[in-house]
DNA sequence: CTTGAATTGTCACAATTGTTACATTTGAAG
DNA sequence: CTTCAAATGTAACAATTGTGACAATTCAAG
């Protein structure tokens, strides 16, 4: 079922009637891809916009020898390589694969630039997306620049703690993991370590900061 | 020494002469700091773009107890936080501190949408500085999502060599290192165990890829 | 062809993290 | 208030990576 233009975060906030307007005026394509084809290979030049408006693809590095490397899921709605339009590097780095019947739209570069000219907001929306990106990007590779696990955690527990000493984990342990690039028990452990040292009283997801001082001085080793 | 505004990335292409004649038509300031003070505090709301045209500053993160954790140095001429002036989030994360004396180009968010309105050029310019920003961050990221230091040294070769299978390291094991976050020796180790299993042969910078398919097998463990 | 600083090779041992497994507790649904 | 799946606590052992140190080699400058 493909969804309503509206709902396309690029054109979000502007009003139905006015995205056939604006189509209307510029060049555009339209494209189905069956499940499994596929849609862009790695090296091909990224200079269109892709709209993914139906359907899943996902992406994977694929090397001389045919094996392929999973990259992420990508679900409708969903802009494909916002940050390749643009950037320095116009080169797909991943084949972009149909995981179920997928459809797009396509627009030229020099249309999109077009587009932003004609609607603001467009503009507005597609500076928003991609440096929404950067920031996503951004945020999680704050965490790899801390040395160890226990600093990752002790970095991210004053964060959400804000200026509260006790608070309740919004993520699971899983999700932790995931965030910082480990095990599942690694975290359970280091909080545990962390709380034998008496920095912090954990107690399943209740999370009491006792020496928010010394924490934050592991956030350096 | 303050730099040309020609040589300030989002005004790249644009001739000095056209940059005057913008900047006349839109609201801007320019603003000095001293030494050691601070540019931006944490918290505060982005809604300006910084242009650092003269020295050097620091992003540090501060917290209640006052201690702060270096984020990164930025040094003219350069564009400040701009995934932060349209993205979803619009809060500084860090405080900004002149390292030297500095000066600055700001300008509201709403004029430099007029000023993208007025000149294609920079609005390009500014895409691009966003999208290769975004493209940065995502191939450093890459390598944070291989499981083990040889996994990510395998894509790495894989990827530095291109269709051939005998070629130099252009950077050195210290910068891989930092690359790949993990410390020196443990990069020519991972070097060593790939060797010694038959996968490659490394003598100084000089690589032989001697089994491609297990190589890549590598990048999946 | 020297020379010396930078880079790389290598080692032993410490520290951290992964893996697997299972018991315990929680929290949402009925 | 039960019940049960999901999440968490915890343990033992394996594997990986960090640390610090020093020797060997490279490479660029003279």
Same mark, same amino acid.
């Given at each position: 079922?493909e969804i309503k233009l509206s709902e396309i975060?690029?054109f979000k906030n502007v009003q139905e009637s006015d995205i056939q307007m604006l189509l209307s005026?510029?060049?555009?394509?339209?494209?189905?891809?069956?499940?499994?084809?596929?849609?862009?290979?790695?090296?091909?030049?990224?200079?269109?916009?892709?709209?993914?408006?139906?359907?899943?693809?996902?992406?994977?590095? #694929?090397?001389? %020898? *045919? $094996?392929?490397?999973?990259?992420?899921?990508? +679900?409708?709605?969903?802009? &494909? !390589?916002?940050? @390749?339009?643009?950037?320095?590097?116009?080169?797909?780095?991943?084949?972009?694969?149909?995981?179920?019947?997928?459809?797009?739209?396509?627009?030229?570069?020099?249309?999109?630039?077009?587009?932003?000219?004609?609607s603001?907001q467009?503009?507005?929306?597609?500076?928003?997306?991609?440096?929404?990106?950067?920031?996503?990007?951004?945020?999680?590779?704050?965490?790899?620049?801390?040395?160890?696990?226990?600093?990752?955690?002790?970095?991210?527990? #004053?964060?959400? %703690? *804000? $200026?509260?000493?006790?608070?309740?984990?919004? +993520?699971?342990?899983?999700? &932790? !993991?995931?965030? @910082?690039?480990?095990?599942?028990?690694?975290?359970?452990?280091?909080?545990?370590?962390?709380?034998?040292?008496?920095?912090?009283?954990?107690?399943?997801?209740?999370?009491?900061?006792?020496?928010?001082?010394?924490?934050?001085?592991?956030?350096?080793?």
């Amino acid at each position: 079922m493909e969804i309503k233009l509206s709902e396309i975060p690029l054109f979000k906030n502007v009003q139905e009637s006015d995205i056939q307007m604006l189509l209307s005026g510029i060049v555009f394509q339209r494209k189905t891809y069956a499940e499994g084809s596929m849609v862009v290979s790695q090296g091909d030049e990224c200079n269109r916009l892709l709209l993914l408006v139906e359907g899943t693809v996902k992406g994977e590095m #694929i090397s001389p %020898a *045919g $094996k392929s490397l999973k990259i992420e899921d990508m +679900q409708a709605p969903y802009a &494909l !390589a916002t940050a @390749f339009l643009f950037g320095k590097s116009s080169i797909f780095p991943v084949n972009i694969i149909a995981v179920t019947e997928v459809s797009f739209i396509i627009i030229q570069r020099q249309e999109v630039i077009r587009l932003f000219q004609k609607s603001e907001q467009i503009l507005l929306n597609y500076l928003s997306i991609i440096s929404s990106r950067a920031q996503f990007l951004s945020e999680k590779l704050r965490f790899h620049s801390f040395k160890s696990l226990k600093a990752k955690i002790a970095f991210y527990l #004053i964060k959400e %703690a *804000g $200026k509260d000493n006790s608070f309740r984990l919004l +993520q699971s342990q899983n999700e &932790l !993991a995931e965030l @910082f690039g480990v095990a599942r028990p690694s975290v359970g452990r280091a909080f545990l370590v962390l709380q034998e040292e008496g920095l912090i009283d954990i107690r399943y997801r209740q999370v009491e900061i006792l020496d928010r001082k010394r924490l934050i001085e592991y956030c350096n080793e």
